[in-house]
């Protein structure tokens, strides 16, 4: 058995996030989810209200009326286990994957900071307001790795489909409707009307329930890999299977207060 000192283990975790290195992770069958947050119903839930970046929150910033960058998901069963779940995730060196694991958990601010251009870091403040509360470090910490591609190649995929996203017919019906109750159906016209049909195989829509009334927590897309880092277009979506989320036939969009 080979065994590695913790300062080891911390020059290798160093050079995952500095170097942006990852793992060739990716698989034949792999797809990624796109998830994209409403921020203003995040900062009103248990998980958000005491977020750094919800405090912050004004109403005329950029989060308020678009979906926000959560994350961007690798999907693929990496053990063979036939299951996609957690232990298909942090693809780090064995020596280095359970202290990652654990710092990630415990509180990702200890994780080490991602290393980005000052443009794209920019851009991304922008559209994921939780690099507040370094977001992005679990974000690829956890998934990025698995991405096989760079961190800054990364998120500046991630970064793209946020804003591809907010200036489609989907992004701009629900921005267009803060406050307001909206149909499911019409929510799925929206991206029909722009991707087709088929795409709204892609789409799940995530609701959670406020003093009885479902709000619209998070919108996410089934993307085929390999369309990752390029536009926006009916042929990124993988409507292999039909996403299937919790939102009931009307919903409400909360606005930021």
Known sequence: MILFSGRRISTILAAVFMCGMALPAETE??????ALSWQPAFCESDNGAGKTECRWLDVGDW???HFTLHGLWPNADRNGDGRMDVADDYCLPPESRARAVALDKSDWRNLPAVTLPSDLQQRLSVVMPGTASRLERHQWIKHGTCSG????RYFAAGVALTEAVAGTELGSFISAR?????????VLAALAAEFGKSSTRALQLICRKDEGVSVLSELRL??????????????????AKEAKGNCPARFRVVVAE
């Open 63 to 65: 989060a308020a009326s």
């Open 149 to 152: 591609l760079s961190a800054p």
């Open 222 to 239: 089934r993307l085929r890999a390999n369309a990752v880092e390029a536009p926006l277009s009916p042929r990124s979506f993988d409507t």
């Open 178 to 186: 803060m406050g307001e109750d909206v149909a499911r159906g019409d």
């Open 29 to 34: 069958e792999s797809s990624y989810v796109l």
